[in-house]
């Protein structure tokens, strides 16, 4: 159990990513117009292939149709804009425009918006040339989620460039003074609580078995964390859980770091080739609409 002191003042701890409840509300928006543009075309969608010319909606829905193409043009282009975040960070120019963790949610957003059109475009149909960029576009798709995961679980800055090393050892040193000399915290549950951290990591575990071990660490944690804090005042023990869940993540995150800089690569790794095939494909399908008329028929 423990006892926080009479605390002078709040300090704020610095916080490297901030939740923007913008962003979640034109997600929000985008998924409910998303599946309001299923439903309209449910009946369609859901009719056999060799059935769909004889349907009211066909002319509206098929891939060249008036819909379907805008469906394709408005996914297409945004898939083209998320590589506006591998400008950002490449281009000396672009390097002060904006901070960067919002050209990622950009980025992402562009990411998980863009192939839902794209599904649209294709009216669930992906045969030949097309299927080869369709299907690389879900691997992009999915292993970016994953992705965002592992970029949260490296430190960062307010902007969202990753601290490096030093700077997260002095980040847990504040933590771990502002947890002893404002909340009372003793030296013994700092210890006991770093014995916590370290049984859910195992640096020599495979990097598969590392990520799946993730998230049941972070939840381990977080009622281990509960359970120091159960006999206190319910006054301060929201924020002190708070201040404890983030120096005891933090910690495992510096056991981890070596370990989760080399799965971040390997992501990388998986997820570049997709994204060039899904690029070179879908360019190429672009062309051969445009060259046939088919797209503007």
């Not at 999915?142 to 002095?170: F, K, N």
């Not at 924020?239 to 120096?247: P, W």
Request: some cysteine.
């Amino acid at each position: 159990m423990i006892e926080p002191q009479t605390r002078r003042r709040t300090a704020s701890l610095p916080k490297t990513y901030q939740r923007n409840w913008g962003l979640a509300v034109l997600y929000a928006l985008s998924l409910v117009t998303f599946g309001l543009l299923v439903a309209y075309g449910w009946d369609y969608y859901t009719t056999p292939l060799v059935e769909r010319p004889h349907h009211p909606q066909y002319w509206d829905l098929k891939p060249g149709g008036s819909l379907g193409r805008t469906y394709g043009i408005i996914g297409a282009s945004l898939m083209t804009l998320m590589m506006t975040y591998s400008l950002r960070k490449r281009v000396k120019v672009l390097r002060s425009v904006g901070q960067l963790r919002w050209w990622l949610d950009f980025h992402i957003y562009c990411g998980v918006m863009g192939p839902l059109l794209i599904v649209l475009h294709s009216s669930l149909k992906v045969t030949g040339v097309v299927a080869l960029s369709f299907w690389s576009m879900v691997l992009v798709a999915t292993s970016g989620i994953l992705g965002r995961y592992l970029y949260l679980q490296i430190p960062r800055r307010r902007s969202g460039d990753a601290m490096s090393l030093a700077e997260v050892e002095q980040l847990s040193e504040g933590l771990n003074a502002k947890l002893t000399s404002q909340y009372g915290v003793t030296e013994k549950a700092l210890h006991r609580l770093d014995g916590v951290v370290k049984r859910t990591v195992d640096g020599s575990a495979g990097l598969l078995r590392i990520l799946a071990s993730l998230p049941l660490g972070s939840a381990r944690l977080q009622w281990q964390v509960k359970a120091l804090t159960r006999g206190m005042s319910t006054q301060h023990r929201a924020e002190l859980q708070k201040l404890l869940q983030d120096r005891a993540q933090l910690s495992r995150r510096l056991l981890l770091w070596e370990r989760l800089q080399e799965l971040f690569h390997h992501w990388h790794v998986f997820h570049k080739p997709f994204a060039i095939i899904m690029y070179i494909f879908a360019a190429v399908h672009i062309a051969v609409a445009i060259a046939t008329g088919y797209g503007f028929s």
